[in-house]
C-alpha cells in the first residue's frame, strides 16, 4: 500500500544517491586549456582518490569501497601505459571534508584528484584546489558544477536526452509531452530533455510535473493521457528512475489514461533494464531508453567480479574510467597528461561503457545505445557508437 507515501518518499531518496547530488553550485572560473599540473610520465603519477568511506547514509554504503576497487583494477590493468600511485581520502560524505582532504592531497603531492562522489562536495574540493592548478575528475552527474577544474564523469542527463531526442526524431517523431518528477533530480532531467528536443526540431506540447505521492502521480497521468488524446502527442518523455517506486504506477496509469504505447512513444531518460520486473508492466513493451555498450561492460563486470568475488557497483566504472583516460595520456609520453586541454581531447577514451570523452565545459560525452523491450525482453534498436563523429552522436 501507498497509503503512508513514505515508499515513495524513501524510493526517491534512494534514487537521488544515482541522480543529482546537489544543485547549488558556487562558479568555479575558467583556468584555460592549459590548466593542470605537469607531470613526468616515466615516474608514478599521484593520484588522490577522494571517496565517502565513512558516510553513515546507508545509500552510499559500498560505493565507496567499490569506487577505490575499480580505480585499483584500472591501475593494475594500465600498468603497462602508467604507473599510477593511488592514494585514498575519506571525504565523510561532506562538502568541507571534501575541500580540506583535497588540499591535503595536494600538499602531500597529489597532481589530478579522482572524486568525490557528490556534487557538492566536488564543487568544494575543486574551489579548494584551483589556486594551484589541479584539476578534479568527480563522480558526480551535475553538469551545474562542472567547469574550471571540475570535470564531471558520470553520465549526464543532456547527453541521454539528445541521444534519445535524436533517434526519436530520426524515427519520425514530432512532438512530445515531458512526465517529470517534481524534484532536483526532474527539474534537470525536465530541462535537458527541452533542450535537447528543440535542438532536434521536436515541439514539445506540455511538461507535466507531478509530486511523490500517489495523487500526485495519478493526477499527472490523468492530464498527460488527456494532452495525448485531445492533442495527438506521439511520445511521452519521463524523467523519472526505473527504482523509483512512482515508475511501475506510471506505466500502469498512463496507459488507463489514453496515453497507450500502442500509438504513443514512452521514451525513459534512465536505464529501465535494471528493473526487469517492470517489464510485465502495460506502458513498458516498446519504450526507448539507453544502455552503454554491453560488450564493454560486461568485460568490465567480469574483470571486477574475478578480482574481488563479487559484483561492481553501477558506478564503480566512473573510477576506473577515470584512471584510464589518465593512463592512456600518460602512456603516450605526454608530460601535459592532466591538463584540460589533454583530458578533453577530441577521440575521447574507451570506458567500461563505451567511448566517452570530457568537454571543455566540465561535462562527458558517452555513446550510448537505444533499447527497447520487446516481449519481456531488451532488444537494442541503435547500437551504441565505437567513436565519436558517427553514428549517435
Known sequence: MFARLSPLRKAAAVSAILALAACDATTIPSLGGGSGQRIDPDKPIQVALLVPK????????????????????????????AQ????????????????????????EG????????????????????????VNVLSFSNNPSIAGGNVFVLGPTFDNTARRLAGYAKRQGKKNMVILYSDDVPGQFGKTAIEQA????????????????????????????????????????????????????MLLNMLPENGAHNASTQFIGLTRWDVRPDLFDL?????????????????????????????????????????????????????????????LTRGSGFNGTGGVFRLLPDGTNQRGLAV??????????????????????F
Not at 84 to 107: E, H, P
Not at 110 to 121: R, S, T
Not at 307 to 325: E, M, V
Open 197 to 248: 528536443a528543440t535542438s532536434n526540431g521536436i515541439q514539445i506540447l506540455t511538461s507535466e510535473g507531478y509530486q511523490l505521492s500517489v495523487e500526485g502521480v495519478s493526477a499527472s497521468a490523468q492530464n498527460v493521457g488527456r494532452v495525448v488524446s485531445q492533442a495527438g502527442a506521439d511520445t511521452v518523455f519521463i524523467t523519472t528512475d526505473a527504482n523509483n517506486a512512482a515508475m511501475p
Open 84 to 107: 599510477i600511485d593511488l592514494r585514498v581520502y575519506d571525504t565523510a560524505g561532506q562538502a568541507s571534508t571534501a575541500a580540506a582532504q583535497a588540499q591535503r592531497a595536494v600538499d
Open 282 to 342: 502495460p506502458g513498458a513493451n516498446g519504450a526507448w531508453f539507453t544502455l552503454p555498450n554491453r560488450s564493454q561492460q560486461s568485460a568490465y563486470e567480469q574483470a571486477y567480479s574475478s578480482s574481488y568475488g563479487s559484483a561492481p557497483h553501477p558506478l564503480s566504472g566512473l573510477a576506473y574510467d577515470g584512471i584510464s583516460a589518465i593512463a592512456a595520456l600518460a602512456g603516450q609520453g605526454r608530460g601535459d597528461a592532466l591538463t584540460a586541454q589533454a
Open 371 to 392: 533499447a527497447t523491450v520487446t516481449d519481456k525482453q531488451v532488444v537494442i534498436l541503435d547500437p551504441a557508437p565505437s567513436s565519436f563523429g558517427g553514428a549517435g
Open 54 to 81: 565513512s558516510d553513515s547514509d546507508a545509500g552510499t554504503q559500498g560505493i565507496a569501497q567499490a569506487l577505490e576497487n575499480a580505480a585499483r583494477l584500472a591501475a593494475a590493468q594500465n600498468a603497462g601505459k
Open 110 to 133: 597529489a597532481k589530478v584528484i579522482l572524486g568525490p562522489l557528490f556534487g557538492e562536495a566536488a564543487n568544494a574540493a575543486g574551489l579548494a584546489v584551483i589556486d594551484e592548478g
